[in-house]
């Protein structure tokens, strides 16, 4: 690694762990909380000590971390993630972030993937941001969504 990018990386490294240190305490819901992303975010949240709720589609995230929240939740479903980040939202006396990480990706060429399959893809790429970000306005009255 040459001068400059050892710089800027140790520059980022401490600009971070200034961050991580201001964030303790603070309470974060997680969706797709039990993927790869979303298993090392929490590992990293819960190391730093936040408050986590946790929501997630099929696999409960097999986590050792204190949690105060956890539950499976369809974020395609703009219902089922307005109950859960109400539910969540009631857990505590301030939610100060939300991360959407639901997510897929089709690896096949695309002449072999089906309108159903791109579909279902869309649905869980974009319509679960969108499940999220209009439930944070909603129910979060000083977000800035």
């Known amino acids: 690694m040459d001068g400059e990018l050892r710089v800027v990386w140790a520059l980022l490294i401490v600009c971070s762990s200034k961050l991580l240190r201001k964030m303790k305490n603070s309470n974060y819901i997680i969706l797709g909380s039990s993927g ?6 929490v590992a990293d949240l819960s190391s730093n000590h936040c ?28 219902d089922d993630t307005m ?47 969108f499940s999220v970000m209009r439930a944070a306005g909603k129910l979060l009255s000083d977000s800035s969504v």
């Open 36 to 41: 790869g992303i979303g298993s090392q975010l």
């Open 51 to 78: 408050n986590l709720l946790l929501g997630y589609n099929n696999d409960s995230p097999h986590i050792d971390y204190p949690i105060i929240k956890s539950a499976q939740v369809d974020c395609r479903s703009f």
């Open 83 to 129: 109950s859960f980040i109400d539910d969540c939202k009631n857990a505590v006396d301030h939610i100060h972030g939300i991360v959407s990480l639901p997510g897929s990706i089709l690896l096949r060429p695309p002449h072999l993937i089906t309108e159903k399959d791109f579909e279902e893809t869309i649905n869980t790429n974009l319509k679960t941001a």
